[in-house]
């Protein structure tokens, strides 16, 4: 049993390290999904927990999944339908430069994993979190079956920091009921006087 912790802790040291930018969208560092202006989550009715046979529940996932690591098969926050949009609170302002977008890793892809992936997106960046539109960053295609970890340069234009990111699915790869995402991470520069957040 040690000996397999040691292997599944070198296994995830390799999995972060795929990414090498620090993540300021990470739940653990301070990032926090801001749920009044973040889509609605998509309830599995199927999934219902039941209790002497009567359903207590329905299951539904939080979008809080999308700023964890943990990436497993199923562990995504499904939204109804094929757009949709989540919007983040970063731990500290940055000036932000690229987004990694990430599917269920490994090679336990099948029709039904690709076909919820998300497609079509675009980022945009506010400075305040009652902001409407927000800076729009740029629009990007994730091709989820090519590889389940992609990243995206963003647009140069922004001058100044952004507190808030909003992450707005167009798309998805021709699920019908819904989308899931994983993981979304977000790098960029901090303020020179630190700000440092974990990898």
Known sequence: QAVQDVINQVLEKLDENQVPMPDYALKSSG??????RTSPSFRNTKGKVFL???????????????????????????????????????????????????HVSGTTFHGESISTAPKDFAVYGMKEEHEEQGTFLGRFTFLAA????????LKEELSGFVNYLRLQVLSNWGHPD???????????DPPKDGGKVSV
């Open 31 to 36: 990032a926090a999904v801001i749920h009044s």
């Open 146 to 153: 090519l590889d389940p970890t992609q990243t995206f340069q």
């Open 52 to 102: 002497y046979s009567l359903p207590v529940l329905d299951y539904v996932r939080s979008p809080d999944l999308l700023l964890e690591p943990e990436n497993h098969p199923g562990n995504c926050w499904p939204f109804p339908g094929s757009q949709g949009h989540v919007f983040i609170k970063l731990p500290v302002p940055i000036i932000p430069r690229a987004v990694t977008m990430d």
């Open 178 to 188: 819904y989308t899931c995402l994983y993981r979304f991470r977000v790098h960029g």
